[in-house]
């Protein structure tokens, strides 16, 4: 699926849960979906606009003087369903942290075992994060037919975060069984060495 046909998705997805200004779509990309997906701003608005001009999507007075409110249409819901129809684009993975890890001989078991730690860390803090986003979600949308498919989205964050936590409590048992060097890189190889 190609980065336009996601933003559609992205937004024509927002919409079809209730009608809202841009700067609410915006908002709730960012926020609701953002445990997920990450959209460009500055595709919401043109991507807005386009679908308009499609006919996918209605402007309508918005609550201030001013505003515009977008409401999803007929052929806004068909074309929602087609593009979740598309076969999912698998995207390159790109991680820092196992970039780093890979060649943790060079860069030292002390700076790996802090990259582990901090990864650590930001896991946990994510679990609480879904652990009360999921709590909030349940209260406040109690009763909506969305709810059970906005749960399974925050689950899977939960259980992302869990296997972070529990990789890297398997990789630091890995770092304590190699020896560390107090040189600033604890095994930076020398030359000749393999």
């Not at 200004?21 to 807005?48: C, K, M, N």
Request: proline letters at 5%; hydrophobic letters at 40%; one cysteine or more.
């Amino acid at each position: 699926m190609a980065r336009r046909s996601q933003t559609e998705t992205a937004v024509l997805g927002g919409l079809s849960m209730q009608p809202m200004t841009a700067y609410a779509l915006r908002e709730a990309i960012r926020d609701v979906l953002g445990h997920f997906w990450s959209e460009s701003f500055g595709q919401i608005y043109p991507t807005l606009n386009a679908l308009e001009q499609q006919g996918h999507v209605e402007r309508r007075e918005g609550p201030r003087s001013g505003s515009s409110t977008f409401v999803i249409t007929a052929s806004g819901t068909a074309r929602l369903r087609e593009l979740l129809s598309e076969p999912i684009a698998a995207s390159p993975p790109r991680n820092g942290l196992l970039l780093r890890l890979f060649f943790g001989r060079t860069l030292g078991v002390r700076k790996c075992r802090e990259l582990l730690l901090e990864a650590k860390a930001d896991a946990e803090r994510s679990l609480a994060e879904y652990d009360d986003l999921a709590r909030t979600l349940s209260a406040e949308e109690e009763g909506s037919p969305d709810l059970p498919y906005v749960l399974m989205t925050v689950s899977a964050g939960g259980h992302g975060a869990e296997g972070v936590i529990a990789w890297a409590d398997e990789a630091l048992a890995m770092l304590a069984g190699i020896p560390a060097d107090d040189s600033t890189n604890d095994a930076t190889p020398t030359d000749g060495e393999s």
